[in-house]
């Protein structure tokens, strides 16, 4: 019985309802049974990310182009395994402002069924009928403003986690 117990306490203190994600909780991985142990690891990464580069202050002879992609590029590791529409070809999108090592924000794109997935914390899974495009501005459901072409990093992830697709089935409304 205690090992019971021990195996519930564990798993509780890692849940996390999809109203308390994060953008980068939900875009790495969207389960809410990880999802406070996905937050620390990314923070974490994005700590040590943006302390490497001074976060900004010093670019280490790289442009910052390409600091942004190498960042969303290491962000592939914390992604939870794709398991739901696998054939579609999904993006995991960064948004940087004003000279940022690391993103101010996460969202997904489908670019085969030509959605954009977006959330905020306390909010619904925001649904928008667009999907940005290589070297361009965009604005994602969440945002109110768009990223500058050169603030957005893209990799591909093709498909969505079993939380991710929960979640826009039953929590997601258009933006």
């Known amino acids: 019985m205690s090992g019971c117990w021990n195996i519930f306490v564990c798993g509780a203190s890692s849940f996390m309802p ?5 953008c980068h909780t939900w875009a790495l991985s969207g389960s809410q049974r990880s ?17 490497h ?16 992609e190498e960042c969303i590029e290491s962000l592939r590791r914390l992604c ?15 948004g940087f402002r004003q000279g940022q090592v690391c993103p101010e924000h ?3 794109e489908d670019h085969t069924a030509g959605w954009t997935y977006d ?7 925001r649904r928008v009928n667009r999907i940005g495009g290589n070297h361009q501005p965009f604005q994602p459901g969440c945002e109110a403003r768009p990223f500058d072409a050169n603030g ?3 990799i591909r992830v093709d498909g969505f986690t079993i939380g991710q697709h929960e979640s826009i089935l039953r929590y997601s409304e258009d933006g």
Do not use: P
Request: with cysteine; proline share 0%.
């Open 18 to 22: 999809y109203q308390d994600m994060a």
């Open 35 to 51: 999802g406070r142990r996905t937050n620390e690891r990314y923070v974490q990464q994005m700590d040590g990310f943006g302390r």
């Open 53 to 68: 580069f001074d976060y900004g202050g010093n670019l280490r002879g790289q442009t910052l182009v390409d600091i942004r």
């Open 80 to 94: 939870a395994r794709r398991k739901r529409l696998t054939g579609h070809r999904v993006y995991l999108c960064g």
């Open 106 to 108: 996460l969202w997904l």
């Open 119 to 125: 959330t905020f914390i306390d909010q619904r899974i």
């Open 152 to 154: 957005i990093a893209r």
